[in-house]
DNA sequence: CGTTGCGTTGATGCTTGTCAACGAACGTGG
DNA sequence: CCACGTTCGTTGACAAGCATCAACGCAACG
């Protein structure tokens, strides 16, 4: 996908005021009054990135709707996601001076963006909000080391059964699950082939471990196989959710 | 590895002393005075442990002498290496309320202990020390991210390059390597199994493009080359390096 | 001087990647 | 409204890269 460069708005747009509010699902992720202060909102269409590669860190970010991911190319054109971004989700946190990850919408998007400098200053000034930031940084730091064990060491139906997981532990009901991303988005984020990815589900299916409605709508039918099949020990935990 | 849970003195030892002082080999790396107050000398017998995973996080970390590694286990034995630790690195930031990476001296180490709520609390009430911990944090995570790259989408050779390039780019020389740690350590740390690492390396003496003296010593004879096969863009910065 | 741990090398096979074909959904323009 | 191209997901056949299993040499050590 080419992406490109766009910010449609820097000033708030009416109808995502509301979105601002801590988000229904989660009462305890809305950001310390000395961030949201500095917050602008800004809209990103599919397909654009908020930021590349190289680009200068001037910005943290926050999602306030639909979904993106944070990418890094090879020369050759590999892609590896580093993270998917949800609702709730910070993003930009991982550059001191210049980004190494590029950050794309694969949505259309809200994001709120906070300038970095004075958000610094903000946090020198606020215990509460420097024990947020800390907050954050260490959750994006657990969520990296968890996946590496993923990418370093889990074979392809456990990778695809904890990407399930993780993607249920935010859901209402725990186990309906939208895939706001491709296939290939998806193999990106596991390190797999988008055809892998396919088979993967497919062969979950036929055991009836998950159903699927249609390629973007599935319903994890057995969460606890799932979870022996990642074999991992603790619940998976969403990039930079604070 | 059988590790064990010990410290060996939580004072200082007379002999490492000295080590306490910046890096001969890096000016930069010291730690505001705000936070090297708070630290107490400890020595890791190789193979014991800083912390295991599920260990409440009450310190952070940072290494005087030897080299360590944080990892993590799967059920069945699987394991992934977070990070190498050398001499200057600070680790043991990952975590919010307990660890979910262990930590384990590969060789006799030397550590500083710094109390985690009171680093904290010093940092609420220290710009510089503050700026400090953020650049740590970012760096650890602009690390991580670079290791997803290499686990998901590098070939073998590419992630032994790339492994032999981060180690080099912290000696003297920029080509002498020493390494520290296993064929098992360095397979777990990459995503690959010893065999495959021994058989890479081989390969890379081979074409000349490394020398190795013992398994333990090698020499970069070509960097150039060795960095096009990583086919990456930017320098390897080593984890937690302030 | 046997034992143990580690590194190397070889033979073999499995998991996953690669290449290809096909169908469904979608948007566009005649 | 329908032909058309495009994108995406699925499935199959095949190949390759790396893991697995195994044997061997060497150095350290009791």
Redesign the interface.
């Known amino acids: 996908m080419q992406t490109q460069h766009a910010f449609s708005a820097s000033r708030p747009a009416p109808g995502f005021i509301p979105a601002l509010a801590p988000h229904p699902d989660d009462g305890t992720d809305d950001a310390p009054a000395g961030l949201t202060a500095l917050g602008a909102v800004a809209t990103l269409r599919r397909g654009t990135a908020a930021y590349r ?1 190289g680009d200068l860190a001037s910005h943290w970010y926050r999602v306030v709707s639909g979904t993106g991911c ?1 990418s ?1 190319l ?3 054109g ?3 996601i ?1 993270a998917f971004l949800h609702a709730g989700d910070f993003f930009g ?4 001076q210049e980004h ?2 590029a950050a794309e919408a694969l949505t259309d998007m809200v994001v709120i963006r906070y300038p970095r400098q004075r958000a ?1 200053s903000a ?2 000034a606020d ?1 509460t909000l ?2 947020f ?3 954050i ?6 969520c ?6 993923t ?4 074979t392809a139906t456990e990778r695809v059964a904890s990407f399930l997981l993780e993607l249920a532990s935010t859901a209402p009901d725990g186990r309906t699950v939208s895939l706001a991303m491709s296939r290939s988005d998806i193999g ?1 984020y ?2 797999l082939t988008l055809e892998t990815v396919s088979r993967t589900l497919a062969a979950l299916k036929h055991d009836d471990l998950i159903d699927m409605a249609g390629p973007h709508s599935l319903v994890l039918l057995d969460r606890p196989a799932l979870e022996e099949m990642t ?4 619940p998976a935990v969403r990039f930079g959710r604070a």
């Open positions: 590669e944070t890094k090879l020369p050759d590999r892609r590896q580093g946190f991982e550059a001191l190494g990850f610094e946090g020198d215990p420097n024990a930031l800390r907050e940084a260490c959750r994006s730091l657990t990296a080391y968890e996946r590496l064990l990418l370093g060491r889990r990106d596991l390190g074999e991992g020990d603790e």
